[in-house]
């Protein structure tokens, strides 16, 4: 993706969450009541499916889309550029947040900081 984000698209996008990212909300829940994580983030030439600024913390939802060598490829200069703009990159798959089995350990780690980078 070129260019920057506009508020518009990162609106369009919340709008259109897929199941998974509206999952990923919900679970999320919890810590929305102390930090403050936003969806669709523009974070230069990107959107992070969900990021809180304070933190430095970005956690992206990776879908059946994203397993292909050209998505790869995408995805990790991706996560390269929201590492060099200081934030922290968690990844999970749509599997992952559909059976949530320690997907909110492992972010409630990350905000703690205890967990190796």
Request: aromatic share 8%.
């Amino acid at each position: 993706m070129g260019g920057s984000m506009t508020i518009a698209q990162a609106r369009q996008l919340r709008r259109n969450a897929t199941g998974p990212e509206r999952a990923m909300w919900r679970l999320l829940y919890p810590l929305r009541q102390t930090h403050n994580f936003r969806r669709q983030v523009p974070l230069g030439p990107y959107y992070a499916d969900f990021a809180c600024h304070a933190l430095r913390l970005a956690i992206e939802i990776d879908g059946d889309t994203h397993g292909s060598d050209m998505a790869q490829a995408h995805d990790a200069a991706r996560t390269r550029f929201i590492e060099a703009e200081g934030y922290r990159v968690l990844r999970f798959t749509n599997d992952d947040v559909h059976k949530a089995e320690g997907v909110f350990d492992i972010i409630v780690l990350a905000i703690e900081g205890k967990m190796a980078p």
